[in-house]
Structure formats: structure tokens, C-alpha cells
């Protein structure tokens, strides 16, 4: 009977064994799926799912653009730790979704945490977590061991409440998700819309900068930034076109399609799975 008893307490110690190291692997790949980069001299982005995070390295704290999701704090921090032995100060949120500001909860007790006032109204309509306590109307700045880092709001876009951040001294933008490296989604619930999202990217093209931050995708260059402005005018003339041609709103998903718009070949890009159906709404009202 003892023999028994042994026999099974050591099958249990190694299936316990088994059940802790597949617990340990599955934390350890959740820790692990973010990457930091550098893209200039005290400029850093971190990547993986959820939105591109800027990190501002100065003399006096670390200034972060973005947090993505709730579960990715430690991990943020465990990076910025790697270009950085100070403490993140500030946090500018580029726009409310959660992908973005999904960690201001964790930064709060430690950081000031900034948005637009109406991201942080969109916040508030949606229930989230983690409210900034700054806000601002059209532009503000963050002054940290001698690094000015300027935030402005520079119309609509992809929401009603974008806020686009520029790095005078590195000649360097984070647009947020008004830049997108597969195709962009328009956020019609808040605010979002295709016509005062041109005349933001041209704001956008007023700054003097050479090096782009989107909010998802690899880094760009002022030329990449440019083909995105003129994507956009491409798509908006396009639906009107089919528009004016009797295009039903059912058939626009189909009819939108075009060889030499990436947007509308990226399947599974939010444009095309989500943003449809309001684009048409807002051009059929602009033709009416």
C-alpha cells in the first residue's frame, strides 16, 4: 500500500511538474511579444500586437506615445528599461481606442497621462479605464531635461480626438493610427471621417520632418507619408465615382476594389472590413 502511495505521489509530482513548466512556457511567450528599436538617437519604438509606442529617452524621465493593451505594462516597462535606467514621466495617448491606451490604468499611479479632450470624452462614452488627467484643445508640449516634445491636434481622421506628436529636434513624427502601414480604419462612432482626414495628413505634411512613427507597420519616411495622403484622395474619388455611377451600398465592399489601391486589396485590413459602410454614407452625403 505505501508502495502504491509513493508510485502515485511521484506521478503526481510529475504531472505537476509538467502543468507548472507549460504555465512558465505560456507566461514567458506572453512577456516575450514586444520588441523595442531604435529609430534615432534617443528615440525608440516598441512594437508587437496593439499600437506602435514611442519612447522619448531624456536626461530626466522617459516620454512615452501610446501603451497598447493592459496586459503589456510590465512588459513596457521591463523595455524602456533597456534604453533607460529613469522612469517614465509622461504618456501621450495618440487617440482613446484600447490597443493604444489600454495600459494608462498601470502608468497613471507613476506618469502623467495626456490626450485630446475629446479622446478622453470618447473614454468616457466607452467605459474604459485609465482616463488622462491632461488635456488639451488644439496643442500643448512636454519640457524634460531640455527636450521639448510638441502634441497637436490637427483635424479629424481616424477619430474625432487625434493627437499627432512631434519631435522638433529629431525632425520626427508619431502620426498614431492617421498613419497606418496596411490600410487605415475610419472610426465613424467617434468622429472619424475620410474628407477631414486629407486635410489632416496635409496639416501633417506642413511639419518639417523626414521620419514617420505610424500607428501600426513599419517606420516611414516623409515620401511614405505623402502616397498615404494621396491613397486616401485616390479611394475617397474613386467611391465617388461609382457613386455617381448608381453604386448600391450593398455592392461597395465588392465594387471599392481596385489593382492599384492597397487598401482595398489588404483583406484583412480595417478598411476594408469595417470601414466600408460609413465611407459610403459619408460620400453619398457630400454628392447629395
Given at each position: 500500500m505505501k508502495k502504491k502511495i509513493a508510485e502515485l505521489n511521484k506521478k503526481l509530482f510529475l504531472y505537476l511538474s509538467l502543468v507548472g513548466l507549460v504555465v512558465s512556457s505560456s507566461f514567458a511567450i506572453a512577456q516575450n511579444r514586444l520588441a523595442i528599436e531604435e529609430v534615432k538617437d534617443g528615440l525608440h519604438m516598441i512594437t508587437g500586437p496593439g499600437g506602435n509606442i514611442g519612447v522619448r529617452v531624456t536626461s530626466e524621465g522617459v516620454i512615452l506615445i501610446d501603451d497598447k493593451f493592459p496586459q503589456d505594462f510590465d512588459e513596457i516597462q521591463s523595455l524602456v528599461a533597456t534604453v533607460s535606467n529613469l522612469p517614465v514621466r509622461y504618456v501621450v495617448n495618440t487617440h482613446h481606442h484600447g490597443d493604444h491606451s489600454g495600459s494608462n490604468p498601470g502608468f497613471l499611479p507613476i506618469a502623467e497621462v495626456i490626450a485630446h479632450k475629446n479622446a478622453r470624452e470618447n473614454m468616457i462614452r466607452g467605459n474604459q479605464d485609465g482616463l488622462p488627467r491632461v488635456v488639451y484643445s488644439n496643442e500643448t508640449s512636454v519640457f524634460l531635461g531640455g527636450i521639448e516634445v510638441q502634441v497637436f491636434h490637427l483635424g479629424r481622421g481616424h477619430t474625432n480626438g487625434d493627437s499627432v506628436v512631434y519631435f522638433p529636434d529629431l525632425k520626427t513624427v508619431h502620426g498614431g493610427d492617421l498613419l497606418h502601414g496596411i490600410a487605415p480604419f475610419i472610426d465613424y462612432g467617434n468622429g472619424g471621417t475620410s474628407r477631414g482626414w486629407v486635410g489632416t495628413m496635409n496639416n501633417i505634411l506642413s511639419l518639417d520632418?523626414?521620419?514617420?512613427?505610424?500607428?501600426?507597420?513599419?517606420?516611414?519616411?516623409?515620401?511614405?507619408?505623402?502616397?498615404?495622403?494621396?491613397?486616401?484622395?485616390?479611394?475617397?474619388?474613386?467611391?465617388?465615382?461609382?457613386?455617381?455611377?448608381?453604386?448600391?451600398?450593398?455592392?461597395?465592399?465588392?465594387?471599392?476594389?481596385?489593382?492599384?489601391?492597397?487598401?482595398?486589396?489588404?483583406?484583412?485590413?480595417?478598411?476594408?472590413?469595417?470601414?466600408?459602410?460609413?465611407?459610403?454614407?459619408?460620400?453619398?452625403?457630400?454628392l447629395d
Open positions: 520632418f523626414d521620419t514617420a512613427i505610424p500607428g501600426h507597420g513599419a517606420i516611414m519616411n516623409r515620401r511614405d507619408v505623402l502616397n498615404f495622403r494621396n491613397q486616401m484622395e485616390a479611394v475617397r474619388h474613386r467611391m465617388a465615382n461609382l457613386i455617381r455611377n448608381g453604386l448600391d451600398a450593398v455592392d461597395a465592399p465588392e465594387e471599392i476594389r481596385d489593382g492599384n489601391l492597397s487598401w482595398t486589396q489588404a483583406e484583412n485590413g480595417l478598411f476594408m472590413q469595417r470601414s466600408i459602410p460609413g465611407f459610403y454614407e459619408e460620400i453619398s452625403a457630400e
